[in-house]
């Protein structure tokens, strides 16, 4: 078996099981780790979280998109060629001055890739899925993320047949933005609702 010069020392128990079981299906010649890449690469480059920023853009230029995600947020968001391969329903809840929206899947993972990429670490951990039903204001406040107390949290839980996109507010400082240079502003964490739209620099 090859030696494998790198060091994994940084890495946890399950990415240490997944690099070897990787590693022994590569050698066994059922799987190509090139093709692998590229799969990881396309989840988190192209066809996600900049996917969702699009949509997210499109929503603050075009207030007929915004209707249109508010109405049928699967079919809005297929017209941009973004479509699931999993075939869930996609739903878009609008963040606002009175209400703030927080995506969490308490039973599983289940999360949008198509719009969103890869999951980040945290979505899939147990203490984030309890603590978001339970204590949805201490878990945005472990993001940084401080709300006025007056601003309600509603909290959504994906499942294998709906997923949720949150359409976080247009920061202000931004009238004068094109939608591609909206998009580069929105974060994968404020469309799922763990943190803002924070404002262009100056």
Not at 90 to 111: G, P, R
Not at 124 to 137: E, G, H, L
Request: include cysteine; hydrophobic fraction near 40%.
């Amino acid at each position: 078996m090859p030696h494998d010069d790198h060091d994994h020392s940084h890495m946890s128990e399950t990415e240490a099981r997944v690099r070897a079981l990787e590693s022994l299906l590569a050698e066994k010649g059922y799987i190509n780790p090139a093709a692998v890449d590229e799969i990881v690469e396309t989840y988190e480059t192209k066809i996600g979280p900049r996917n969702g920023a699009h949509v997210v853009a499109k929503s603050w230029c075009e207030p007929d998109f915004a209707d249109w995600l508010k109405r049928d947020a699967t079919a809005a968001i297929h017209s941009l060629g973004y479509a699931s391969r999993q075939g869930e329903h996609m739903v878009a809840v609008f963040n606002d001055a009175e209400t703030h929206h927080l995506v969490v899947c308490t039973l599983c993972s289940c999360y949008p890739w198509s719009v969103l990429g890869l999951p980040p670490v945290w979505y899939k951990s147990p203490p984030f899925r309890s603590r978001a039903v339970i204590d949805p204001r201490g878990v945005l406040a472990d993001f940084g993320l401080i709300l006025p107390e007056g601003k309600r949290i509603e909290v959504h839980d994906s499942t294998a047949e709906v997923r949720y996109i949150v359409i976080p507010e247009r920061p202000d400082g931004t009238d004068g933005m094109d939608e591609a240079a909206l998009a580069d502003l929105v974060s994968r964490d404020a469309m799922i609702g763990t943190g803002l739209v924070k404002a262009p620099q100056a």
